[in-house]
């Protein structure tokens, strides 16, 4: 007898075992297969990022899903929250960054799908163009490396700068520069959200500063820099996700909606060539 229920109690404990195990999976096909709301949480900067999401909130709400967006003030942050699970998805990045952050920090993370460009701007409050900044004069860029290129393309577009014949500008450092005739000192040791506040202080002769940082600190990019990117820029902003959730319904859901017509049409509407749907 003893014996027996022995047995029955082990039979019972596998049973709430293998119960237990499967109960997450369980739980989302039910979830699913009932119709309830799913809940997506987003890591996302404040401006145009969070904005947008906010946006896509009230059509993804009619499709099932509840969307939170976290709001996140700096490029660090967005990527841990992802990759320690403690978001579904972040939107604050382009693929030259989320590549360095992978290869930095060993991430297995990927891109779910392109959803703006946010055009880089050059900003001055004692000159008008690249061509009238003296000689020797500091040009404060992020300490972004993933950007070096990109802060570089405004000075070799201009031929003020010449970089190494055969590297791509996206992918050019520093380093990189050959030819500097007008001495122009690039420096990289600012937190990219720090930037606003130093052009307003006017701490340099000119300051290079993501436009998402530029409209969140009041700065238009269309009528406050002295040159500003076109919208053939590399550097779209992006859904990251972990490696393979880029096949979740509500994932796909989440990308669709940030890539339909409404969303460009919010866009377009909101910032005035500032920020750019993604082709």
């Given amino acids: 007898m003893k ?7 082990l039979s019972v404990l596998v049973l709430v075992l293998a119960a237990c195990g499967n109960g997450s999976d369980d739980s989302a096909e039910s979830e699913a297969d009932s119709g309830e709301d799913s809940e997506l949480v987003v890591a996302a900067s404040p401006a145009p990022h969070a904005e947008i999401l906010e946006e896509a909130a009230s059509i993804l709400e009619d499709e099932g899903i509840n969307l939170e967006v976290n709001i996140v003030n700096d490029y660090t942050t967005p990527n841990r929250l992802l990759a320690d699970e403690e978001v579904d998805a972040n939107y604050f990045q382009h693929v030259p960054y989320l590549d360095g952050e992978i290869e930095s920090h060993g991430y297995d993370l990927v891109s779910a799908g392109n959803v703006h460009i946010e055009p880089m701007a050059v900003y ?3 000159y008008d163009s690249l061509e009238d900044i003296p000689d020797g004069s500091t040009i404060l860029v992020s300490n972004n490396p993933a950007e070096e290129g990109r802060f570089l393309s405004f000075f070799v577009n201009a031929g003020l700068v010449e970089i190494e014949e055969g590297i791509e500008i996206q992918n050019a450092t520093f380093d990189d520069i050959t030819e500097n005739p007008h001495n122009f000192e690039f420096n990289n040791q600012t937190a990219p959200e720090l930037l606003v506040e130093m052009y307003n202080n006017n701490e340099a002769p000119a300051v290079i500063i993501n436009s998402n940082f530029a409209l969140d600190g ?7 820099s002295i040159v500003l990117e076109d919208g053939d820029s590399p550097y779209a902003n992006l859904i990251a996700v972990r490696a393979g959730d880029e096949d979740r319904e509500d994932i796909q859901k989440l990308v669709e909606v940030l890539q339909g017509d409404e969303i460009k049409q919010f866009i377009e509407e909101n910032y005035d060539g500032a920020v750019i749907p993604a082709e």
Avoid: A, H, Q
């Fill in 218 to 224: 009041g700065l238009n990019p269309l009528e406050d």
């Fill in 3 to 9: 014996k027996f229920l022995s047995f029955l109690s």
């Fill in 124 to 126: 001055s409050n004692d």
